[in-house]
């Protein structure tokens, strides 16, 4: 079993900058502990404790200072840099990136493989400066004063300290985190997800490589869950702090910050998707359901973008259980082409009982089906009723028939907090119309299929700004 040093500090601190061979402990005094993620890959971290944690927090402080000084297009630059290493082929940390992902993330090498492809593209300097200038009408706010409203100047300054608490369901997320924290001119503690340690730790020896002022304002360090005096003394150093998780995760975050750091949350959301009748004539179904398999399979289904439920409109040539049955078809072909990690246990219990429900009404004969191979590979069951139901992860996926696609919203009207993305194809014209009630309803996000897996870097995540909202305004009123 291989032991990977998952964190990053920076310098002047114990544990300064390992690397892929270093010593598997900190200096060689400090504490350290493992933790088994999968039956091939250990990750070791340094064991803080809250003195040590003040340390980390304070030097990243001082670090940070240099990011005001520094211009937004070599900040790009050098994230762009960093980035595009994990795109190249016969670079040796995209490489180490393919290896350790599989096991650190519970992922096929196949979908290892297009998860880094699809995350790293927004890591590319072309990205991050479409980013910019998504977010800022005039990005020079975030090099100095700007002309304002009423003849004042504005400017957008950096936090003292940005805290990223990651979550471990999706690799590569924390990088994105962690780059938008350093293009607001905050230095960036990220406390990582288990299944998500790996990434961060590796784009920040990019970023040491080809920017070491930039990298001594990162710090990749984790800590257990109950190690409740640690996680007190960061967040009462953060100037802003940034949440990935379930509702319990934010509540829990947010009683234990003080009163006057901000909270950013990216709490528990769901993706579903409709399928207009258009969609559903002549070889387009085909197409329709394989790119509707693909979003269902990347990442697992483990992200808030991935598709549980969709909704098939009734009257077009192929019925909706006619459809059930392409995707089915579908989820065999993409399996072959990006097979299943192996389902966490919890996962495997609820998708086996799930199946043995409604094989049991199958039998019945009240119309439902279900579509499925021998292992827990991936799992379709249509449902004649078209209420939503949430699906169990592993790549199960429910399809709803519905008369007609102006229901759907309906449907959602209780699911406000819990929405975010929403794939529409084969609306025709009624597509504008759609899309005006479904961001009524609470969805953030309305795209393609095709598209649905990979939101651009410049989204508005869970309907908010991801750049804008990590930094801090200053106005000069100017007689």
């Known amino acids: 079993m291989r032991t990977f040093p998952a964190w990053w500090l920076p310098p002047g601190l114990p544990g300064d900058g390992p690397s892929l061979d270093a010593s598997l402990s900190v200096d060689g005094r400090a504490p350290t502990s493992t933790v088994s993620v999968g039956d091939s890959l250990r990750l070791r971290f340094p064991t803080p404790d809250p003195a040590f944690a003040r340390r980390v927090c304070d030097r990243l402080a001082e670090a940070g200072a240099c990011l005001r000084e520094r211009r937004t297009d070599a900040l790009v630059a050098s994230l762009g840099r960093a980035g595009a290493r994990f795109l190249d082929p016969a670079d040796p940390l995209r490489k180490a990136a393919l290896d350790l992902l599989p096991a650190a993330a519970g992922l096929s090498p196949a979908m290892a493989r297009e998860v880094l492809n699809g995350m790293a ?10 980013l910019v200038r998504a977010q800022f009408a005039d990005p020079g ?4 004063f700007r002309p304002g409203p009423g003849g004042s100047r504005v400017r957008a300054f950096g936090r003292r300290l940005i805290v990223q ?3 471990g369901n999706v690799a590569g997320v924390s990088v994105g985190g962690m780059a938008r924290a350093l293009l607001a001119r905050s230095p960036v503690l990220l406390k990582p997800g288990l299944h998500d340690a790996v990434l ?3 784009y920040a020896r990019a970023l040491a490589d080809c920017d070491p002022e930039l990298s001594a304002a990162v710090a990749v360090l984790y800590w257990p869950g109950g190690a409740a005096a640690v996680e007190a003394e960061v967040l009462a150093r953060a100037g802003l702090v940034v949440v990935y998780g379930g509702g319990d995760t934010v509540e829990a975050v947010r009683a234990n910050l003080p009163a006057t750091t901000p909270l950013v949350a990216y709490a528990h959301r769901v993706g579903v998707a409709l399928v207009g009748r258009e969609a559903l004539a002549g070889g387009r179904a085909e197409r329709t359901a394989l790119d509707a398999a693909r979003a269902a399979a990347t990442f697992d289904q483990r992200g808030c973008v991935s598709p549980h439920l969709f909704w098939v409109e009734e009257g077009g040539e192929i019925t909706p ?4 049955a392409r ?9 072959r082409d990006l097979p299943a990690g192996p389902s966490p246990p919890e996962v495997a219990s609820q998708l086996q009982q799930l199946r043995g429900t409604w094989e049991l009404k199958q039998a019945a004969g009240d119309g439902a089906s279900v579509f499925r191979p021998p292992g827990l590979e991936w799992t379709v069951v249509y449902d004649r009723d078209p209420a939503f139901s949430p699906s169990c992860l592993g790549r199960f996926v429910w399809v709803k028939p519905v008369p007609d696609l102006e229901q759907v919203a309906g ?3 209780g699911l406000r907090p819990f929405l975010q993305t929403a794939a529409l194809c084969g609306a025709g014209g009624r597509a504008p119309s759609l899309v005006e009630q479904l961001g009524g309803v609470g969805v953030s996000r309305v795209t393609s299929l095709r598209r649905m897996p990979w939101p651009p870097a410049w989204w508005h995540h869970d309907g908010d700004d991801p750049l804008r909202g990590l930094v ?6 100017v007689e």
């Open 121 to 130: 593209r927004d890591w590319t300097a072309d990205r991050l400066t479409r």
């Open 472 to 477: 801090r305004w200053v106005d000069w009123e």
């Open 141 to 144: 706010v975030l090099d100095g």
């Open 327 to 335: 995707l089915a078809a579908a989820m065999a072909e993409v399996e």
């Open 411 to 413: 449907l959602l009207a």
């Open 321 to 324: 259980a006619g459809w059930a």
């Open 200 to 202: 961060p730790v590796l």
């Open 165 to 167: 608490l990651g979550a």
